[in-house]
């Protein structure tokens, strides 16, 4: 169905907003038997690529050359890393460091979220080993002591990761406390209700599936709205000096 030209999704300089509406699916070498829609890569401004991987039953992600960070939104996939697999379900997520062989293949009809970035080593530190868990497996914080906003982070605060991924759950009616401008770009995937985000100087109304890319210096705040909570996944780079450039 068409729309007489209309839709949510804008592509601005510094953020864009891409609705279920607009999505197109493409095939990223390697993949079999799965689609991607692809929200962000170097090609809209981002340092990152992160897409939304839909397989088959039997399908599979194929290779990936850099740090690779999964999130399952439906179905079952199997990931091994060597001998053996994990099993991941909804909510489970795996991380994958750089030039780690691995395969990703779908038990059943899938969706995954997927982060792909260029790892950028420090000298001395060792970089990161796999991670598999889980969503549920991680304790909550209130956001600066907002018990109606509480974080999850997925992934280890110490400086050998150079990226984050949390979730971040709000109350109806709960929103960030300040508009935050960072030297960080976000990758987000709404997953549960919805919304007002506001993006440099315009407010959008967003809901479950929608995803928002938000470059560097991006003016942003987000204020739940609905009877259910509205919860999403964000990356965010992190632990890098800044005078070291991911573009
Ligand atoms: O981690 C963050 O920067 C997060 N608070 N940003 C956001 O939700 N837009
Ligand atoms: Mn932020």
């Keep these: 169905m068409h729309h007489l030209g209309l839709t949510r999704s804008v592509r601005r300089a510094n953020h864009a907003l891409h609705t279920p509406d607009a999505f197109i699916r493409t095939q990223i070498p390697g993949m079999s038997k799965a689609a991607a829609v692809v929200h962000a890569s170097p090609a809209l401004g981002a340092a990152f690529t992160q897409y939304t991987a839909e ?3 039997g399908g599979r992600l194929g290779a990936c050359l850099h740090q690779r960070f999964l999130f399952v939104l439906e179905g079952a996939v199997e990931v091994s890393v060597g001998p053996g697999y994990e099993l991941l379900v909804k909510g489970d997520y795996a991380y994958l460091p750089e030039a ?43 956001l600066m002591g907002d018990l109606d906003l509480i974080v999850r982070s997925l992934l280890p605060d110490t400086v050998a990761f150079d990226f984050a991924v949390n979730t971040m759950t709000y109350q109806p009616g709960a929103g960030l406390s300040m508009v935050e401008v960072h030297v960080m770009e976000h990758g987000l995937l709404m997953l549960e209700g919805g919304g007002i985000y506001r993006l440099d100087e315009q407010w959008y109304p967003v809901t479950a599936g929608d995803f928002i890319w938000m470059g560097p210096y991006c003016p942003q705040w987000f204020g739940a709205i609905g009877k259910t909570p509205a919860k999403y996944l964000i990356y965010k780079d992190w632990n890098r000096h800044p005078l070291v450039q991911t573009k």
């Design 100 to 142: 780690t062989a691995h395969d990703v293949m779908a038990s059943e009809p899938s969706r995954l979220a997927v982060i792909e970035k260029a790892y950028q080593k420090l000298r001395g530190v060792t970089a990161p080993e796999p991670i598999f868990s889980s969503e549920a497996k991680i304790g909550g914080q209130p």
């Design 55 to 57: 397989m088959e039953a």
